[in-house]
């Protein structure tokens, strides 16, 4: 066991197992813990005419005569198995359900984040050209801008904004895939993932910079500056090179983030992602949708995280020592 544990991918792979496990217990609870059950959730007002009898049959059910316990590990093992529970409002499979909008948000998830490190990591290198100046003053007030300002405002101002002044709102359409249509796709993609993206530029311009300035005053670049190399081959082929770990972390972070994250978002651009199905089954206390669907969210970040990890031992030989 000793052996198993000190390896660190499968160190990791056991880490990831105890946090699926801790979010399926904490996500079971939470939503036992709202008020109503799935009866009232699927009858509305017409549960309060149920008879006894008729409220124990549905109960039964639902299993949720079952103590919580027992009630928990069936779910578990249905998932286990493959079978996410049926929606109670469509009667419609909740993998069938997941299995179409997670495409969709892993689609707006990597548009955003291309749009991320394409607006964060030049600014950051911009900013970091020369600190403590008007230039790193400007890179940092973008950025802070990018931190602060709600990607609902955000969302609805660029919405609103190019509906009516510019008569352009492709999301109004019927949202189509990438495979059905293409090009209605991806315009229906670009707003949202413009605002997406750039709340992920901010943490990726101010970790870049950050990293950038530290390596800037290793050795090995004042080498290669003394030696005459060209500054612009300095600062990608030697700086950015041993900056890129902090920056890959704080990618990884942020695209695990959208993929449970970007509910907002997907709400107001009308995106039929994951995170506006988790939304959309909570509010009509959907158990087996939201439980199943959050429990898919959190596999996607876990494995969002392990292919990071696996990253590292690429771009930074030093890690694999660890």
């Given amino acids: 066991m000793r052996v198993v544990v000190r390896h660190p991918v499968l160190r990791r792979v056991l880490e990831a ?12 609870i939470m939503m036992r813990a709202l008020p109503g059950d799935q009866i009232t959730a699927s009858l509305g007002t017409e549960a309060a005419a149920l008879t006894p009898a008729q409220r124990e049959a549905l109960e039964a059910y639902y299993g949720l005569d079952q103590p919580l316990v027992v009630q928990f590990f069936t779910w578990l ?10 929606s109670t409002r469509t009667g419609q499979s909740v993998l069938e359900m997941t299995a179409a909008a997670l495409p969709v ?14 607006i964060g990591v030049p600014l950051a290198i911009w900013s ?15 950025g802070l801008a990018g931190l602060s300002i709600p990607a609902f405002l955000l969302a609805s101002v660029l919405l609103a904004t190019s509906a009516r002044f510019l008569g352009y709102n492709p999301n109004a359409e019927r949202f189509a895939t990438l495979a059905s249509d293409p090009w209605l ?48 081959v300095v600062q990608l082929r030697h700086v950015l090179r041993n900056a890129t770990v902090p920056i890959l972390t704080m990618t990884g972070i942020q695209f695990g983030y959208l ?37 898919v ?8 995280n392990l292919l990071t990890d696996m990253l590292y031992r690429v771009v930074d030989p030093r890690v694999r020592q660890t």
Avoid: Y
Wanted: net charge positive; glycine share 12%.
């Fill in 259 to 295: 993929l449970g994250g970007a509910v907002v978002v997907e709400q107001v651009f009308s995106v039929p992602g994951i995170g506006r199905q988790v939304l959309t089954g909570m509010h009509q206390q959907e158990f087996a949708l939201v439980q199943s669907t959050v429990l």
């Fill in 17 to 28: 197992l105890g946090t699926l496990l801790g979010v399926a217990v904490l996500v079971f």
């Fill in 77 to 86: 093992g249905n998932v286990l198995t493959g079978n996410l529970g049926v």
């Fill in 128 to 142: 970091a050209s020369k600190p403590n100046s008007v230039r790193d003053a400007s890179g940092q007030l973008v």
């Fill in 105 to 118: 948000t892993i689609e707006l998830a990597v548009i955003s984040t291309i749009l991320g490190i394409a």
């Fill in 185 to 232: 796709n991806l315009q229906q993609m670009l707003m949202p993932a413009l605002v997406l993206g750039f709340g992920l530029a901010a943490p990726i311009m101010r970790t870049a910079r950050s990293a950038i300035l530290e390596v800037q005053t290793q050795d090995f670049v004042r080498t290669a500056r003394g030696k005459g190399v060209r500054p612009r």
């Fill in 297 to 304: 969210i959190a596999l996607s970040f876990v494995l969002v």
